[in-house]
């Protein structure tokens, strides 16, 4: 195993989307909406853990660069039966942030379960994917059907 050597390559804007979901019973995500989780604000929290994740992606994956992060936006919402979770990350670096926007996604997604496992433990995290990315070497990518 190696880290890639990024040192020749050139800084460049880079733009990476990932989404997630977290499938509730429809009380679970009655009492998310109305803020009613003992622990707090799930969204709120999740939001949190979002942007943290993304800033601490080469602690947790073992040959990820550590890079500057110029941006992470973070979008939350309840939907008839899940939580949608969208994270868009930016640097301008060598290197790519995929890792991170799909970290940030995870970490939301865990602190969603976390927040709400004692009312609701058949909670289910799933569709955790790369939406789109843009910059760098290799060029722009989008899922095919996804939202800017």
Known sequence: MQMIDVGDKARTDRLAVATGRVTAAPATLRAISRRQIVKGDV?????????????RTPDLVPLCHPIALTGVAVELRVRRDHVAIRVQVK??????????????????????????????????????????????????????????
């Open 43 to 55: 969204l709120e929290a999740a939001r949190l853990a979002a942007i943290m994740g993304a800033k």
């Open 91 to 148: 640097t301008t670096d060598r290197t790519g942030v995929e890792m991170e926007a799909l970290t940030a996604v995870s970490a939301a997604a865990l602190t969603v379960y976390d927040m709400c496992k004692s009312r609701d433990p058949g909670m289910v995290i799933d569709s955790i994917q790369l939406e789109a990315k843009s910059g760098g070497k290799s060029g722009d990518w989008r899922r095919p059907g996804a939202r800017s």
